[in-house]
């Protein structure tokens, strides 16, 4: 029943008495426990009187159940634990999971397992519920992966339930309706019992404590069968290709291919194509489509699966080119999968496959180990290679033979329809003859850094700008974080945009090889960082440090276009997301009161940076066998070495707003506040932390649920490069951005309220709580490393987590509610940011 210190042996799936399916993984190490449970009914098994009530009823789940109200309910549990935790709706599952320091699995399970037995259901949350889901109906209504979706079903005939709607929204969920409220208990009696669930569970326990907390899962849903649902045939019009009109999102080309009577295998056969599909190594199909200057990534998504039957997009983003020869790259497409198909191809392929998978498990946190093996059939060492080949021959003759219904999303102007539920501009388009052409398909080059290493160098000691710190991970883990400073100034985005193209392979490249490689815009400079499997990283340090200095000349002109789309915002994504990311720069630039000199992206440029650049990092978790390599990688990268971290962020003041994408109005409103720490001390920040864990489930709840401003709601206290402060976040779709700030500040006056009046011992319980939890254990390498360089990167020493967590043992009422003042008064400064101009002439 339980897994063993090999992270690719197969946790054996047991039934227990009711009913309930259960796999546990007993970790041999680490502080971190993880849970998941899988319900087998989704968004296709919803009444089809009420499109979305399957979403709807993951929902309404958190907001309450019999033992746990929703001010102590999982959310806000895991929430104050520092964890974890999510949900989502597929078309015939819903998952729910979570993370969060082991010794509170027991506390956290019995939430999710009364949350999903014995919900509230309460009719008047149910009408603010219904609000929320609409304003995330309208934000997936801007979404371009949805609407290419919404457009590729009307391909299919309307009996299967792919071709419907979905997403649910305020007209699909009469929640004042009698009939509807039957519906709803119908459905969460007929799906939410023993025999409709998996539990995964992982953590450091003994075998006998997981399966205590099985049983004690078994025993607390109720009892059923497993329900069977038949599946229409699934039927894929191909005679005519797909237009659809978007913005000014960049061209997109979507490939479908569907799919009938798959064998069981199928589900793991697709993802050994997908791992070689989206290859970025030499001469395979994303880089020569990139060398023919057709099309900048490859991607491959699975919209529906379930019952051998399957929808698979292959989406490409278009170049002015691309989009003018989309038969070109059809045909470039079905001829890969011929080459792919051949028989040559398997073994050394599946090989690779196989390492590949080995690497992600050997380095995978608790919660991604349970998504992987919640698939019955995903790869294991003992996977049935004889039925995956097979299936992918399947797979694949399926793929060749019938070809893909082709969709082209661009800014071509198309008639409006309204099809599953979304408000479409679509257009039909006669098929463009395919062009036959060999490509003249090779073997794909082998990812290098999967192979075993180079013979390690001797021992040498590393120079002091690289602070190394930690003796070997048990894991065989590591971590490295690299900082550049620019004394010519920050450079044009353009020229990070350029060097993070020029990266992307690596990046693919890397993660195979189980390494995660991130290079960031932190405003005050550039951040590389390397966290994974320990051997790879020198290796892959040493061969991307001449990338840095000299990337493609092709990635200039592609980073100008990316920095200044960017800043246009739109693009199909979430503005809250665009924003979020941009937001590092944003600050260092509204705190420096300067923002960035436009100039083109040019090699002369990037040459000038880098010869005025000074670097600083960190190395933790790191072999002494590994310091030879790690030293001689060190010296190839650009710049001059340098023990100091530059200059610590100044005091802010006063309050500052900025429009994003010149305040033109929108569909919906995306606003971010950030209140910068008062004082940099571990007493304050301390503070603020405590106060920010105590903040984040009332914000979510008053803002989202009771408000109902929007779907993407949240608070945290965060840390981006220098600048420590708490963030607040609401997307809405009715409210400005003045309204939003009006209700974030009455929000903190009846919140310090709120404060005034909580006893004592509740408050200080909280802050004991979070201080034996700030400090990330020894076996959580990548939190501890993440910690550490923060600390570096605010100018702190790396023993500043420390004595955080010692301020945080000793805070009482009365220091939280004076760091809640400070918070109100903007004593740190207080900086917005927003699709919109500032509210009045308190801001500057």
């Known amino acids: 029943m339980l897994q063993s210190s090999d992270p690719t042996q197969r946790p054996p799936q047991v039934t227990l008495n009711k009913g309930l399916r259960v796999r546990l993984l007993a970790l041999s190490q680490g502080t971190q426990a993880a849970a998941l449970v899988r319900i087998h009914a989704g968004s296709h098994d919803a009444p089809a009187a009420y499109p979305g009530l399957a979403h709807f009823l993951e929902h309404l789940l958190f907001l309450g159940s019999r033992d746990y109200d929703a001010a102590q309910s999982l959310m806000p549990f895991v929430q104050g634990c520092g964890g974890q935790l999510n949900a989502s709706t597929r078309e015939r599952h819903t998952d729910f999971f979570f993370q969060l320091p082991a010794s509170q699995l027991e506390a956290a399970l019995w939430r999710l397992l009364d949350m999903l037995a014995h919900p509230l259901l309460d009719p008047t949350a149910q009408v603010g519920e219904r609000e929320v889901l609409h304003a995330e109906y309208r934000a997936r209504a801007q979404d371009i992966e949805t609407l290419c979706d919404a457009a590729l079903s009307t391909a299919f005939e309307p009996a299967h339930p792919f071709s419907g709607f979905h997403a649910g ?40 404590e997981l399966q205590r907390l099985a049983a004690l899962a ?61 290859s970025e190594a030499p001469d395979g199909l994303v880089q020569r489509l990139r060398t023919a200057g057709l099309c900048q990534s490859l991607k491959l998504r699975v919209p529906y699966w379930h019952a051998g039957q399957g929808a698979v997009v292959v989406e490409l983003l278009l170049t002015d080119r691309g989009l003018a020869e989309r038969a070109r790259i059809v045909g470039a497409v079905l001829d890969w999968l011929r080459f792919f198909s051949g028989e040559a191809r398997w073994q050394p392929c599946r090989e690779e496959y196989r390492c590949i998978r080995q690497r992600s498990l050997q380095s995978a946190e608790p919660l991604a180990r349970l998504r992987h093996w919640v698939d019955p059939l995903a790869w294991g060492n003992d996977s049935d290679e004889a039925a995956i080949r097979e299936a992918l021959g399947t797979l694949l003759t399926q793929m060749i033979d019938d ?75 590591g971590a490295l974080f690299l900082h550049w400073r620019f004394a010519a100034g920050q450079p044009w985005s353009g020229l990070w945009h350029t060097l993070s193209h ?22 005050d400079g550039w951040c590389l960082s390397l966290v994974g499997f320990a051997e790879a990283i020198p290796t892959i340090l040493g061969d991307i ?17 990316l920095a200044e789309r960017e800043a246009a915002l739109g693009d199909g994504e979430m503005l809250i997301r665009q924003l979020l990311r941009r937001l590092p720069r944003l600050l260092a630039s509204a705190t420096h009161n300067k923002d960035y000199v436009a100039a083109p ?49 100044g005091k802010s003041t006063g309050k500052r707003w900025h429009a994003i994408g010149g305040g033109a ?60 402060g708490m963030l607040f976040a609401v997307q809405s779709p009715s409210a400005s951005a003045e309204a939003i700030l009006d209700h974030i500040e009455t929000f903190l006056l009846n919140f310090a309220m709120k404060l005034a009046n909580e006893p004592a011992e509740i408050v200080e319980h909280a802050a004991r709580a979070a201080s034996d939890r700030h400090v990330a254990g020894p076996g959580e390498l990548h939190a501890r490393a993440e910690q550490a360089w923060q600390s570096l990167l605010a100018g702190h020493d790396v023993a500043h987590p420390m004595q955080v967590a010692a301020a945080m043992s ?35």
């Not at 005679?239 to 295998?265: I, T």
């Not at 440090?545 to 002109?557: K, N, R, T, Y």
């Open 169 to 208: 929204n305020r007209d699909t969920l009469p929640v004042e309706d009698a009939q509807f409220q039957q519906a709803l208990r119908d459905f969460h009696q007929r799906f939410y019992q023993s025999g409709q669930i998996e539990l995964l569970l992982a953590g450091p326990q003994s075998a006998a």
């Open 218 to 278: 078994d025993d607390a849903l109720a009892a059923g069968d497993t329900v069977t649902r038949a599946v229409p045939s699934l039927r894929c019009n191909r005679d005519v290709w797909l237009r659809l009109q978007l913005g000014s999102a960049q061209p997109r080309l979507n490939l479908l291919f569907a799919f009938a009577d798959m064998p069981e295998h199928g589900v793991t056969s697709l993802d050994h194509l997908a791992s070689w599909i989206t």
């Open 403 to 477: 070809g893909p219904l082709v969709l082209t999303a661009d800014t071509a102007a198309c008639e409006p329809i309204e099809i599953g539920g979304f408000p479409l501009r679509l257009a039909l388009e006669s098929p463009h003859p395919t062009v036959l052409h060999s490509w003249g398909w090779q073997q794909p080059v082998p990812n290098p850094w999967l192979q075993p290493c180079a013979p390690l160098r001797a021992m040498s000691p590393v120079i002091p700008a690289l602070r190394c710190l930690g003796l070997e991970d048990a894991s065989s883990r």
């Open 502 to 523: 020029a990266l992307s392979s690596s990046t693919w490249a890397a993660r195979q090889a189980g390494v995660t490689l991130r290079f960031e815009e932190l405003g």
């Open 545 to 561: 440090s001449q990338l840095l200095l000299e990337p493609p000349a092709e990635s200039f002109p592609l980073g100008d276009q």
């Open 601 to 649: 992206a040019e090699p002369s440029a990037l040459h000038r940076h880098w010869q005025l650049a000074q670097w600083h990092g960190l190395a933790i978790g790191f072999a002494p066998a590994l310091s030879g390599s790690l030293a001689g990688a060190i010296t190839t990268l650009p710049g001059t070495p340098t023990t100091s971290p530059g200059a610590v962020v």
């Open 665 to 724: 109005p929108m569909a919906e409103t995306a606003f971010l506040l950030f209140c910068p720490l008062p004082e940099r001390t571990a007493a304050c920040e301390a503070a603020w932390r405590v106060l920010a864990r105590l903040l984040e489930g009332d914000f979510f709840r008053c803002l989202r649920s009771e408000l109902q401003l929007g779907y993407a709601v949240f608070s945290r206290f965060c840390q981006l490069g220098g600048h420590a």
């Open 810 to 844: 000793s805070l009482q009422r009365d220091d939280l509610t004076a760091a809640l003042d400070t918070l109100r008064a903007a004593t740190g400064g207080w900086v917005a940011f927003a699709n919109a101009s500032a509210p009045d002439l308190h801001w500057s």
